[in-house]
């Protein structure tokens, strides 16, 4: 049609927190969205990102085409050792607590990548919950992944509002 505005590809970014019970699913959901056309973009760390290559050339030998960005993890800005980006190399409690610290200053990072590719919709962990501010703050919906589904989501807070073992 004359007039009518060019059509342009949906872009997902998909932003997994640093454990492998957090990435697969969510590259499996990426996968998902670009076999049905979307343009998806894994935000990973250069360690994940490692982790995760023959997963992710596998799904691009099929022909479905997965971009990745990488975002320098903090490592050493919160006194782990360089390298140190996933949750299966936090061998102690104060590590694991380094890690999750480290994650929170990913913010800016990602509100830079968020700035720079305009992305139509961001898909973050549950482990972000800062994601939210700054997606809303560019004007892009941010979906949350919650590895244990909704269902789950739903029967914890169900105990926790109602209570039924103290009935």
Partial sequence: KMGSKPHRQLHIFFF???????ILPTIDMAKLFASRGVKTTLIMTPFNAALSS??????QNLGIEIGVLIIKFPSAEVGLPEGCENAQLTITPE??????RAAA????????LLQE?????LVADTLFPWATDIASKHGIPRLVFHGT???ALCASRCVLSYEPHKK
């Fill in 95 to 100: 590590m694991q607590h380094k890690l999750f």
């Fill in 16 to 22: 997994p927190f640093m454990a492998q019970g957090h």
């Fill in 105 to 112: 200053l990913l913010e800016q990072p990602l509100e830079q």
């Fill in 117 to 121: 590719h305009r992305p139509d919709c």
């Fill in 54 to 59: 023959n997963t992710i050339e596998g799904i």
């Fill in 149 to 151: 589904g909704f269902f």
